[in-house]
C-alpha cells in the first residue's frame, strides 16, 4: 500500500504541475481514496485525473467525511447514554436486592408480568412509569390507529374503483374481441364482393371508353352530314306532316296514272292520255317543290 501512496504521489504531483488542478484538492481526493479502500483490503484501482473527476470524487469525499464525523458524534452520544443506562440498571438492581425484590427471589408471574409490561412500554416508546405518559402514548396509537383505518379506508375504495374499472375494461375488452371475431368472418365475403365491385369496375372502365368511342364518332357523322342543332325533333316531326300531307294530295293522281293502265291500246287517245299525266304529273312536282321550299323558309 505504501508503493501505491507513493505512486499516487509521482502521478498526481505531475498531473497538477502539467493540468494546473488544485494540488490540495488532489491530495484531499487521494487520502480519502486511499482510507476508504484500506477499509474494505482493497487497492484504488487507477484512473484518469480530469477536472471533472476530481471536483466529483472530492464532493463526495467532503459529503462522506461529513456524514462520518456526524455518525461518529451519533455513535459517542449512543454509547454514552448506553453507559449511563446500564449504570442507572445496576443501581435500580442494588436497590431492589436490597428490599428483596430481586429477580431471582420472584415468582415466575410477576416477572412474565414485568417482561409484557416492559414490552408494552417499549412498543408504545415509553421511557417513565408516569400513567400520564401511558395515557399520551395510548392517545397516539389510537391517533396512529385512526389514520391507518382512513388509508385502509381510503385504500379499500380506490381498490373497489379500480376493480370496477377492470371489470368495465374486461367486459369491453370481450366486446372488442368479440366484434374483432365478427369483423374476421366478414373478411372473405367483403374480399369477394370488393373482387366483383373489382371487376365490374374495369367492365365499367371498358364500357365507358367504348361509349365514348361511339360518342365521338357518332359526332362526326353529324358533323359530316352537316348536322345543326336547328334540326330538333320538333321540326322533324312537323315536315314529316308536310309529307304526309304531299302524300294525301298525290295519292289521287297516283291512283289515276295506275287507273290509265286499263286503257284500250289506241295510239292516239294514249298520246292524250300520256300528255295529259305528263301535265299533272309536272304541276303535282312543282307543287311539291313548292310546299319544300315554304318549309325549309319556314325552319330558316
Known amino acids: 500500500m505504501s508503493d501505491l501512496k507513493s505512486g499516487f504521489d509521482t502521478l498526481g504531483s505531475n498531473e497538477v504541475r502539467?493540468?494546473?488542478?488544485?494540488?490540495?484538492?488532489?491530495?484531499?481526493?487521494?487520502?480519502?481514496?486511499?482510507?476508504?479502500?484500506?477499509?474494505?483490503?482493497?487497492?484504488?484501482?487507477e484512473f484518469e485525473y480530469t477536472p471533472r473527476s476530481i471536483a466529483h470524487l472530492h464532493n463526495l469525499a467532503t459529503v462522506s467525511q461529513a456524514k462520518t464525523q456526524a455518525a461518529a458524534i451519533v455513535a459517542n452520544d449512543l454509547r454514552q447514554k448506553a453507559a449511563e443506562y446500564r449504570s442507572q440498571a445496576a443501581r435500580i438492581r442494588e436497590i431492589l436486592e436490597n428490599v428483596?425484590?430481586?429477580?431471582?427471589?420472584?415468582?415466575?408471574?410477576?416477572?412474565?408480568?414485568?417482561?409484557?409490561?416492559?414490552?408494552?412500554?417499549?412498543?408504545?416508546?415509553?421511557?417513565?412509569?408516569?400513567?400520564?405518559?401511558f395515557l399520551v402514548a395510548m392517545g397516539d396509537l389510537s391517533l396512529r390507529k385512526s389514520a391507518v383505518e382512513e388509508k385502509r379506508?381510503?385504500?379499500?375504495?380506490?381498490?373497489?374503483?379500480?376493480?370496477?374499472?377492470?371489470?368495465?375494461?374486461?367486459?369491453?375488452?370481450?366486446?372488442?374481441?368479440?366484434?374483432?371475431?365478427?369483423?374476421?368472418?366478414?373478411?372473405?365475403?367483403?374480399?369477394?364482393?370488393?373482387?366483383?365491385?373489382?371487376?365490374?369496375?374495369?367492365?365499367?372502365v371498358s364500357k365507358e371508353r367504348e361509349?365514348?368511342?361511339?360518342?365521338?364518332?357518332?359526332k362526326a357523322v353529324l358533323n359530316r352530314v352537316?348536322?345543326?342543332?336547328?334540326?330538333?325533333?320538333?321540326?322533324?316531326v312537323e315536315m314529316a306532316e308536310h309529307r304526309k300531307e304531299l302524300d294525301k294530295k298525290t295519292k289521287p293522281i297516283l291512283d289515276t296514272l295506275r287507273s290509265y293502265q286499263d286503257l284500250p291500246p289506241d295510239k292516239a287517245l294514249a298520246s292524250l292520255a300520256i300528255e295529259d299525266k305528263r301535265r299533272q304529273y309536272a304541276a303535282a312536282e312543282k307543287y311539291l317543290e313548292d310546299v319544300l321550299q315554304s318549309a325549309l323558309a319556314t325552319i330558316d
Request: aromatic share 8%; glycine share 6%.
Open 18 to 45: 502539467g493540468s494546473g488542478f488544485d494540488a490540495a484538492r488532489v491530495q484531499e481526493v487521494k487520502a480519502w481514496l486511499v482510507s476508504q479502500f484500506d477499509i474494505v483490503g482493497k487497492d484504488v484501482p
Open 100 to 133: 428483596g425484590l430481586a429477580q431471582e427471589s420472584l415468582p415466575s408471574n410477576v416477572v412474565g408480568s414485568a417482561q409484557v409490561l416492559a414490552s408494552v412500554s417499549n412498543l408504545l416508546n415509553i421511557r417513565d412509569t408516569e400513567f400520564s405518559s
Open 153 to 204: 379506508a381510503k385504500v379499500q375504495k380506490e381498490s373497489k374503483v379500480l376493480l370496477d374499472y377492470t371489470r368495465k375494461a374486461i367486459a369491453r375488452l370481450t366486446y372488442l374481441k368479440k366484434i374483432l371475431a365478427q369483423l374476421e368472418d366478414e373478411v372473405p365475403p367483403c374480399e369477394k364482393q370488393m373482387e366483383n365491385w373489382n371487376n365490374n369496375l374495369t367492365v365499367m
Open 211 to 218: 361509349y365514348n368511342q361511339r360518342c365521338s364518332n357518332y
Open 226 to 236: 352537316g348536322y345543326s342543332p336547328e334540326i330538333s325533333h320538333g321540326v322533324l
